[in-house]
């Protein structure tokens, strides 16, 4: 019996401290902080310890090339800070970050998921948008379905390869279609023709990007930067009285491991040197 | 009181050495999984459990994992049989060649099937030439899921038809049955019970399959999208239908290992 006892014990006490430290089901419900407070740039007094930290940004995957750089002169200017970024959809950082990942800074490609942290109170300190973009049609090198116009895209038997729409990205296509629909030049059923073409939902734009470059798909919807960071690919614009204006806002967390590397950061994206990095990848400034 | 564990000792020992590094692993395993049922049990379980998507992508996943099987079945066991009992130049290479997606990463899996069925791959150029698209399609899971899963089966089917005396076989030889007479009266009934450990383990490998799948097949509700997606998906949207489908998926993962625990014991 004894042995028992122990054993149970045993079995039973990992399981109840496990319960016991499990975060509440349910976040509680609270005050919805103002967002897009504007951050104040803190004077950065990254003490001269040469002690080596680690900043980690989760950003969306449209980011991936301009952040890449913007890590490295990021570490270039604090000679003991190592940058890790971690690309993926906006929604499944969101995710990572209420799940209590270790993340410094976050930087979405839209608002909505922004908000969704606000409202979670993981948000240090409000938002401020850093970068806009706008969405376009791309098609693989040799554009083996043909497609000229946009008119194309409801082409029957096209296989269009877009984002989920969880996806920020997936999110504005559908937007766009919708705004498409709405101009008689299109017709009101052009939206549900083009989403019937559809034969994958990816979940980040990335994946769109390489399964169009490979050829699987016929065309794909994505932003104008991921366009030109593929310079194989052809692209159709989408013009602007339909295109979505997708704002991206950048925040240092609430839980961020390294406030003040975090502050700094987010401090570095907004300056003149990160702006002219946004540039370069093809992006838009916040407030033109 | 009876004892807990039942052990041979030749001398008394502490049974602790085996029990506490044992209990270890047996949490490590446990709680996940515990806890993985504990967060999905709410009041809208049932509304997730019937939603239109869970259903399509558990009505896909079986559909898909079953042409899988079957395909695994029919060309999987004549090479298990050809692997345990035949001498022919380059075994060992093919031995080690069905065993190979067994230890590959399931995206490296995608990527190869991409590069030799992909609309531009090795042969899936040729194929787009008269005409058959894979990629995207109900097929391509089921390709993907082949890939992954037979290897579980083949191994398992070999070592059954190794098992079998040769003897047994001589005997048919010299009553003149001929090659497939021999394989489909002897060797077929006598390695059943390790087929069909093989085809349940290849069954449950089919049914997770995820990482070979949203590469090569995409990811579209009702065409490509199976439970192990619709998690993925799920979990970007709503954890709640991330844990449901999660539960769903383990249910049925839990019928076939039962199965498989019913056939282990010895008849």
Not at chain 1, 115 to 126: E, I, Q, R, Y
Not at chain 1, 140 to 168: C, M, W, Y
Not at chain 2, 86 to 112: C, E, H, N, Q, S
């Amino acid at each position: 019996m004894k042995r028992f006892t122990l054993l149970f014990s045993l079995m039973v006490a990992p399981a109840l401290l496990f319960s016991a430290c499990a975060p509440a089901t349910t976040p509680i419900a609270s005050p919805t902080t103002s967002a897009q407070v504007a951050t104040s740039v803190p004077t950065i007094a990254l003490t001269a310890t040469s002690a080596p930290q680690t900043l980690t940004v989760f950003a969306a995957a449209s980011l991936t090339g301009a952040f890449g750089d913007i890590g490295k002169a990021f570490e270039a200017a604090h000679p003991s800070v190592t940058v890790n970024f971690s690309f993926a959809g906006s929604q499944v950082l969101v995710t990572q970050i209420e799940q209590g990942a270790p993340a410094d800074v976050f930087a979405s490609a839209d608002h909505k998921n922004m908000d969704a942290l606000v409202t979670a109170n993981l948000v240090a300190s409000g938002y401020k948008d850093f970068a806009t973009n706008l969405l376009t049609v791309i098609l693989p090198p040799k554009n083996p379905a043909n497609v000229q116009t946009l008119q194309d895209l409801a082409k029957p038997g096209l296989k269009l390869v877009l984002e989920d729409p969880s996806v920020p990205a997936g999110n504005y296509t559908r937007q766009i279609l919708t705004n498409m629909s709405k101009d008689p030049t299109y017709g009101t059923d052009f939206s549900t023709k083009v989403i019937a073409n559809v034969v994958s939902n990816e979940t980040d734009v990335k994946q769109v990007v390489a399964k169009v470059d490979q050829g699987e798909g016929d065309a794909g919807i994505v932003y104008v930067t991921d366009a030109l960071a593929a310079p194989d690919l052809k692209s159709i614009s989408i013009p602007a009285n339909y295109n979505v204006i997708a704002h991206y806002p950048i925040t240092a967390l609430e839980k961020a491991p390294n406030p003040n590397l975090a502050a700094a950061f987010v401090a570095y994206v907004l300056s003149a040197d990160g702006q002219a990095v946004m540039k370069k990848w093809g992006f838009s400034p916040a407030n033109p | 009181m009876q004892r807990l564990f039942h052990q041979r000792r030749v001398k008394k020992s502490p049974g602790w050495v085996f029990i506490l590094p044992s209990l270890v692993l047996v949490g490590l395993i446990g709680l996940p999984l515990f806890a993985l049922i504990w967060r999905s049990i709410g009041k809208d379980f049932f509304t997730y459990v019937f939603s239109e998507n869970a259903l399509s992508a558990l009505k896909l996943s079986l559909l898909t994992s079953s042409i899988s099987i079957g395909l695994t079945l029919f060309t999987g066991t004549p090479l298990a049989y050809l692997l345990a009992h035949w001498k022919f130049p380059g075994r060992t290479l093919v031995d080690m060649l069905v065993d190979l997606p067994v230890v590959l990463p399931p995206a490296v899996a995608g990527i190869a099937l991409l590069m030799a069925f992909g609309r531009t791959g090795i042969f899936g150029a040729w194929l787009n030439a008269i005409g058959i698209t894979i990629p995207f399609t109900t097929a391509a899971v089921v390709i993907a899921q082949t890939f992954v899963s037979a290897p579980f089966l083949v191994r398992s089917a070999k070592i059954g038809f190794a098992a079998i005396d040769l003897q047994q076989q001589e005997a048919a030889r010299l009553e003149g049955a001929n090659e497939w007479q021999v394989f489909r009266y002897i060797m077929f009934p006598l390695a059943g019970r390790a087929i069909l450990t093989g085809i349940i383990l290849a069954w449950t490998r089919a049914l997770g399959e995820f990482g070979a799948t949203i590469l090569f097949a995409g990811n579209l509700e009702g065409k490509t999208q199976t439970m192990p997606l619709a998690i993925y998906i799920g979990f970007e949207q709503n954890i709640k239908i991330a844990l449901v489908l999660s539960v769903m998926l383990l249910a049925v993962s839990l019928v076939f290992l039962a199965f498989l625990k019913k056939l282990e014991e010895p008849s």
